[in-house]
């Protein structure tokens, strides 16, 4: 693997599908809530990958639905 001069790009993915589309809901009493326009997840929990990782997620999602 060839080290990169770019700098790592974080994207903030759900933690259920690795979709970046991520939606902040209006914040209530219980804080932060994002909502996944994917997999209509729901919760305060996001993950920050790279774009590596948020692919890995991905596949993983894809495999356990089929
Ligand atoms: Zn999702």
């Keep these: 693997m060839t080290p990169s001069m770019k700098p790592e790009k974080i ?3 759900c933690p259920v599908c690795g979709s970046s589309e991520l ?3 209006a914040g ?3 804080g932060k ?3 996944c326009k994917r997999c209509d997840y729901m919760g305060a929990l996001i993950v920050e990958a790279d774009e590596e990782m948020a692919r890995a ?3 993983d999602y ?3 639905k089929l």
């Design 11 to 13: 994207l903030e993915v």
């Design 23 to 25: 939606y902040l809901e």
């Design 28 to 30: 209530g009493y219980t």
């Design 33 to 35: 809530v994002y909502r």
């Design 57 to 59: 997620i991905r596949e």
């Design 62 to 64: 894809d495999q356990k």
